[in-house]
């Protein structure tokens, strides 16, 4: 390995250990020309055919806001356009140690937040920031051609990756939130998305509250071997 490669790939594990879904944003705005860098650099992404399945739109200031409202709404049952509809089945089931992951990564959040195992109302307040961005002044909605099924999705699922690695390096904080997906009705309809458009995630984004709770912890990656098997003969 040479000098200039051990360079790169340190940066990118830089970014990669840097970067974590932030839960809590201040107000200001990311400079359009920012924002525009990050969308250059994910463009970049690799897709299937060089298809680029992935088509975005950033909702900012104003325009965030009011969606998060709508989604809001529509989440705690106060809206009447749309209920809980998504493009792309969610897990039929957590078991083993996916389940054990996903709890040891919602208890990190609880306890950091001081809300107790079992405040089941706890859990649904902090659940439905999820529809108030967390607070982020602009939120990207990812979506994919229909026609492309689940390879769309994985292609956009890359594109998703290197927009949070971008913005990680421009000093911009990211969560990716399939929970926004899950209300693809009123997300078609809100930004008036074609009938062929599938909505894949979320990302809202913006500059961190660094000193908020819901940003203080770190979760958990498995070991190489538990993901990892070599086969040499």
């Known amino acids: 390995m ?14 990669l250990v840097e970067r974590y879904s932030c839960r809590a944003f201040r107000s200001d705005l990311v400079p359009r020309a920012t924002i525009e860098r990050i969308l250059s650099a994910a463009q970049r992404t690799a897709s299937w055919c060089n298809s680029q399945p992935w088509q975005v739109i950033i909702a900012s200031g104003d325009a ?14 106060t809206g009447t356009a749309h209920g809980a509809q998504s493009d792309f089945p969610f897990p039929r089931e957590y078991k083993g140690v ?11 959040l609880y306890n950091a937040l001081g809300i107790e195992r079992g405040d089941k109302e706890g859990y649904k307040r902090q659940t439905l920031q999820n529809f108030k961005l967390f607070g982020a002044p602009h939120v990207a909605i990812i ?5 492309l099924g689940v390879y769309g999705a994985v292609d956009c699922g890359g594109y998703v990756n290197n927009f ?5 390096a ?5 969560i990716p939130q399939a929970a ?36 203080s ?17």
């Open 170 to 174: 421009l000093g911009v904080a990211t």
């Open 98 to 108: 996916y389940l054990d992951r996903r709890r040891e990564s919602g208890f990190q």
């Open 217 to 233: 912890y770190r979760t958990n990656r498995a070991k190489l071997a538990d993901a990892a098997t070599f086969l040499e003969s």
């Open 180 to 215: 926004l997906a899950g209300f693809s009705g009123l997300i078609r309809t809100h930004f008036g998305l074609g009938e062929d458009r599938r909505v894949v995630c979320g990302i809202s984004f913006g500059f961190a509250e660094g000193e908020h709770a819901a940003n």
């Open 64 to 77: 965030a806001r009011r969606f998060s409202e709508a989604i809001h709404d529509a989440a705690t049952g």
């Open 143 to 147: 979506s994919s051609d229909e026609a």
């Open 2 to 15: 040479t000098s200039s490669s051990g360079e790169r790939i340190e940066a990118l594990e830089s970014l």
């Open 164 to 168: 949070l690695l971008a913005a990680q």
